[in-house]
């Protein structure tokens, strides 16, 4: 069974920047894919930003030019920098793992950025 493990949330204020983290309990390498979603309340959930294996990285628009994922195969983490922040970021923020077979996904942490 894969657990990953969110870190990293927090209250910021608008304009300011969040460093979030999701840690693997296996080999990132043996996913195709890491992505990290949000879903704010009452909303659905939404993809913020991906990376393969391969190190491609694809992101939502309402963050391009402000999020970076990235990731670190020796500690088996992948990050999502998130700078200039706006009150429209507030969401629980969850990673998802995808292997061949299934997805695994993180219980989340929550980012709240206020005005």
């Known amino acids: 069974q894969v657990q990953l493990v969110e870190s990293g949330g927090g209250l910021v204020q608008a304009g300011g920047s969040l460093r979030l983290s999701c840690a693997a309990s296996?080999?990132?390498?043996?996913?195709?894919?890491v992505s990290w979603y949000r879903q704010a309340p009452g909303k659905q959930r939404d993809m913020v930003a991906v990376?393969?294996?391969?190190?491609?990285?694809n992101y939502a628009d309402s963050v391009k030019g402000r999020f970076t994922i990235s990731s670190v195969n020796a500690e088996n983490t992948v990050y999502l920098q998130m700078n200039s922040l706006k009150p429209d970021d507030t969401a629980v923020y969850y990673c998802?793992?995808?292997?061949?077979?299934?997805?695994?996904w993180g219980r989340g942490t929550q980012v709240t950025v206020s005005s």
């Open positions: 998802k793992a995808s292997s061949l077979r299934t997805q695994y």
């Open positions: 296996r080999s990132i390498n043996s996913f195709y894919a």
């Open positions: 990376i393969t294996s391969g190190g491609t990285t």
